[in-house]
Structures are given as C-alpha cells and as structure tokens.
C-alpha cells in the first residue's frame, strides 16, 4: 500500500478561491514535501515540512502537519490559473539498503477556473 | 545552473520493441532517482543510484528493465522488450544528498512520457 494518499482526487475552484488538499501517509517520518507537476513537465519541489514542525508558509503556500493523525494539508491561497497543475505530497522512506527513496501520493489534479 | 534533463521527451514504440530513456542529472550529484508513473497512478519509485553504484532497485518491476550510470554522470534506463503496461511518464531525479538527508530535496527532470502501442 502506498505511504501517501491524497484527497480530493481532482478539485476545480474558481480563480481568487482558496484550495486545500490532504495527504495521509502510514509510517513515521522525517518530512514530508509537496510537489507539483505541470502538465507535460516535470516535477516541481515546492516545500518540506519537518516532523518536528506544525506548520510552515511559502509565499501563497502554507502547509500543514499533524504527526499524530499521519496527516498534511497544502493550503493555496488566491488561486491563479497558472496553479493548475498535479499536487503530491511525498515521504522519505528508508530503504533495507541504507538508501532513502520518495514515496508519492497519487496526487490531485487542481484545476483554476478563470 | 542547468537542471536535470531526460531525453526523449516523448517516445511511442510498438509492443516488443526496445527503448532506452537517458538522464543527466545536476552535475556534481551522486544520487539519481529513477521513477514513473503508469496509467495516471502514483509516481513509484524504481531505483536508486549512488554514483555509478546501484544503492537499491527493488522498484524495478521486472528482468525487462535495465538501468545504467557509467561513470556515475548520466544514466540510461532500458526497457526490452517492452509491452503494453509499461506506458507511462519515466521521471528522473537527482540530489546531492541522499534523499533523506537535511533537505530532502530532489530535482526532477522533466520525464519521459513512453506509450507502447
């Protein structure tokens, strides 16, 4: 099962609107980042949140953690159409390996309505 | 600074064919990620490279995947023969630290997009 799990799935706001997406993830972390990918580009890191921290602010961003609940919310706000894109929230897992590998969410499609 | 790049950017291939993906990640980073998302689903991870090492390719979903980093700088990941399943968007990444270091931080290129007909 994944370590990330996103909802909504897909969510349409008007231009100006707040957005809040949720992410749950399953074992303990170190941090937990969010990431967007535009369509037919790559991914883009857009903050990291420690497990130690509760919440934390990136210009229009502002991301959320409560390590009890497992759960993280990303926060958009005055929504522009050039936010439309596919939103992550990944954890480091570490690996038998000694390695450390993302573990991603299935995403939420945002889409900014003009 | 130039980011991580992938090349194709696109390639459409016919069951049975074989396709090679390259990565050249940021210079000066000893760990590439290789990843992809299959048919809309998560991103998964595949495999992890530390300079030209393997550190961990338990992501990789068969014997028809083969990834290569000579000389620790770009990496190749070849699919043969490859089939209908493995259609999707092939992401590489790369850090300086491992991905679990003080940042966290890893720089994705732009992808692949694959589709086997």
């Known amino acids: 099962s994944q370590q990330g799990e996103e909802d909504p799935q897909a969510l349409s706001i008007q231009e100006g609107e707040n957005a809040t997406m949720n992410c749950s993830y399953k074992?303990?972390?170190?941090?937990l980042q969010w990431y967007r990918q535009n369509s037919g580009r790559g991914l883009v890191h857009l903050i990291l949140?420690?497990?130690?921290?509760r919440e934390k602010h990136s210009g229009r961003l502002r991301v959320t953690l409560d390590t009890s609940k497992k759960s993280s919310s990303l926060l958009i706000t005055a929504s522009r159409a050039a936010d439309t894109a596919s939103y992550f929230c990944a954890t480091v897992v570490n690996t038998i390996q000694g390695a450390q590998k993302l573990v991603f969410g299935q995403g939420t499609r945002l889409t900014i309505n003009p | 600074e130039a980011g991580v790049t992938q090349f194709p950017s696109h390639s459409v291939i016919e069951k049975g064919q074989t396709v090679t993906l390259r990565c050249d990640p940021i210079s000066g980073h000893d760990n590439l990620y290789w990843y992809r998302r299959v048919m809309g689903k998560e991103i998964k991870f595949l495999l992890h490279?530390?300079?030209?090492?393997?550190?961990?390719e338990s992501g990789m979903p068969n014997n028809r995947f083969l990834a290569e980093r000579t000389g620790g700088t770009y990496s190749t990941l070849k699919v043969q023969p490859a089939e209908l399943e493995d259609s999707g968007v092939y992401f590489c990444a790369s850090s300086q630290v491992g991905g679990g270091g003080a940042s966290g931080e890893q720089f994705f290129g732009p992808g692949t997009r694959l589709t086997v007909l």
């Open positions: 949140i420690r497990s130690n921290e």
């Open positions: 490279f530390v300079k030209e090492s393997k550190q961990d």
């Open positions: 074992t303990s972390i170190n941090n």
